[in-house]
């Protein structure tokens, strides 16, 4: 009897580690199979609205919950820099680019965590209508730990990795049929050895 | 045969719950999200709760955008259907239901509503058939979700008066009262 009941929550247990290792990594195949890659940048296809089946829709809710609609915003992650290195604060980096054909778009760094990174400056972001730019179209942002003139966002404490998220809201329909002919901004290491 | 048939059974119980883990996760982080309106917020069904401007304290969406008004309402329209009314202020303005598989099962916006004041009634699939003359009327596909309204902060001369706008948002039950 005892070796009955042991032999069913061996089972049971088994079972229990087998859907979960299972569920984790059909959750990863989907998250390679749906992220394309432009340069650093990685965008989710099919965004919110378009997910079809179990196991996209679980995957854009754990990744995505509360996403918009891609009518409304299509967004952009960049977790390396151009050569393909992890961003990593304590190295400088520089993002280049112009505008898009959009309401409005901002650029916005996270911490580890896929939050707002403290600094004294409180800022978290620059968009089209506040960021310095030269002949109107090109913009240079400086990311690092320190203070920097001009576009600056702050990349949070040395050593920890971070991101960066590209908004683009009330994208053109173009736009939204063919994320991969839009021209995203170079991310550029510019020194350090973290 | 003992082995075979252990292991059948193994296999067996793991793909139904393979299944049960990925089909209900979701449901799972809108519980949690639930959980966190309810207790850390303090904020109970069909009531809004204005998040503000994100902040790296503020925690209330993950990758939350530091240019957007936050109001958050967790409706529930199991027992009577719920009206949602807003003024729409001259921003990029939004709002998105979410059910509680947490898809985005509609969204309008301050460009596609056509009216500079919001007013939707959402109800259950039980009492979808009430309000059959009611404009903005849709029908949610679970009984309880999420509702997220999204005001830009950016290019605004005077954003307090934005955010006093923003917090006339209200979602109210409406009972047999108001049938």
Not at chain 1, 104 to 126: A, C, H
Not at chain 1, 142 to 154: E, T
Not at chain 2, 144 to 164: E, Y
């Amino acid at each position: 009897m005892m070796e009955i009941m042991i032999t069913h929550i061996e089972i049971v247990f088994i079972a229990l580690l087998l859907a979960m290792a299972s569920a984790f990594v059909s959750m990863k195949y989907i998250e390679k199979r749906d992220r394309t890659y432009m340069g650093p940048w990685y965008i989710i296809l099919p965004q919110v609205g378009d997910e079809k089946g179990m196991y996209t829709r679980t995957w854009y809710t754990l990744t995505a919950l509360f996403g918009l609609k891609k009518d409304e915003q299509i967004y952009f992650v960049a977790e390396t820099d151009h050569s393909g290195k992890p961003l990593i604060s304590g190295n400088d980096y520089q993002i280049k680019g112009g505008g898009f054909e959009c309401r409005w778009w901002n650029i916005t760094v996270y911490g580890q965590d896929g939050y707002l990174l403290g600094n004294p400056e409180n800022r978290y972001s620059f968009s089209n209508f506040d960021i310095l730019k030269r002949n109107d179209i090109h913009y240079t942002i400086h990311l690092s730990s320190d203070k920097k003139d001009g576009n600056w966002l702050f990349s949070g404490k040395k050593g920890e990795k971070f991101s960066i998220m590209l908004r683009i809201n009330h994208p053109t329909k173009d736009m939204v049929a063919n994320p991969g002919g839009i021209v995203l901004p170079l991310i550029i290491k510019e020194n350090g050895n973290a | 045969m003992k082995f075979v048939y252990f292991s059948l059974i193994t296999v067996s119980l793991a793909f139904f719950l393979h299944i049960l883990f990925v089909y209900y996760l979701p449901n799972v982080a809108m519980l949690i999200a639930f959980h966190h309106m309810k207790y850390n917020n303090k904020v109970g069904t069909n009531t809004f709760f204005h998040s503000g401007i994100p902040t790296p304290r503020l925690r209330n969406v993950p990758k939350p955008d530091p240019n957007l008004f936050y109001s958050l309402c967790t409706y529930d329209v199991s027992k009577y259907p719920v009206r949602f009314t807003a003024p729409i202020p001259d921003t990029s303005w939004s709002i998105s239901f979410y059910a509680r598989n947490g898809s985005n099962f509609y969204a309008t916006n301050d460009q596609t509503f056509g009216s500079k004041e919001f007013n939707l009634i959402l109800t259950g699939k039980k009492n979808g058939d009430r309000f059959r003359k009611v404009t903005h009327k849709i029908i949610a596909p679970s009984d309880k979700g999420m509702a997220i309204i999204r005001s830009s902060i950016m290019n605004q001369k005077d954003p307090d008066k934005l955010v006093q706008l923003h917090k006339q948002v209200k979602c109210t039950p409406l009972n047999d009262q108001h049938v």
